[in-house]
């Protein structure tokens, strides 16, 4: 059922008088919970859902897999329980929750439980502030924003389908030609070894 169904049917029940609680609450009710399909090691399956929905629209399913497929937000949550310090993790942490409170503040609501359109417009908005302030002042949220980037990439690149599908990969390269066009060199895409 969606959500103008829910609401025709509520009015229809109470006889057409609906007050506005009633239907953010019918509204909200009808949203589905974001989850996700792994289990993190360290963050909460909130700050998991937050982490696989960012990671998501850093790279989003095209005609390859997306960050979600391949597995980087698992990957993320194992690099910051077992690579980053403590102090690390802290400031990982705390960067993520002053992100989710910028986007209560600025929409409402916290960051999962945006629309996938506010949430990539939102994602864009920071990372583009971010990347412009230099300033020993920067939001509380950069580095959030610029480690779970950093990660994603790595993440994404260095699985099989980011190594294989998306970069060209040799295993054992073959004989060295020196001046060639690029045309010849692989398809324009990037080696990944």
Not at 71 to 94: H, R, S
Not at 168 to 178: E, H, I, N, R
Request: aromatic content about 8%; overall charge negative; hydrophobic content about 40%.
């Amino acid at each position: 059922m969606d959500r103008r169904e829910a609401l025709r049917r509520a009015a229809w029940i109470m006889g057409g008088a609906i007050s506005a609680p009633a239907v953010m609450g019918i509204l909200k009710g009808c949203a589905a919970k974001p989850t996700i399909d792994w289990k993190p090691a360290f963050l909460t399956e909130e700050q998991g859902i937050l982490v696989t929905q960012v990671a998501d629209i850093i790279i989003p399913k095209t005609d390859t897999p997306g960050a979600k497929e391949v597995g980087v937000p698992g990957f993320i949550d194992l690099m910051l329980k077992d690579v980053y310090t403590k102090e690390d993790q802290e400031k990982y942490i705390n960067s993520l929750k002053a992100f989710d409170e910028e986007a209560k503040k600025e929409h409402g609501d916290p960051f999962i439980e945006l629309s996938p359109q506010d949430q990539t417009a939102f994602v864009k908005k920071l990372h583009d502030a971010v990347v412009k302030d230099k300033s020993e002042n920067a939001p509380a949220y950069r580095s959030f924003i610029m480690t779970t980037k950093e990660l994603t990439m790595l993440g994404f690149f260095t699985s099989e389908v980011g190594a294989t599908k998306v970069l060209q990969y040799v295993a054992v390269p073959g004989s060295y030609k020196g001046c060639i066009p690029l045309s010849e060199a692989g398809n324009g895409k990037t080696w990944a070894t």
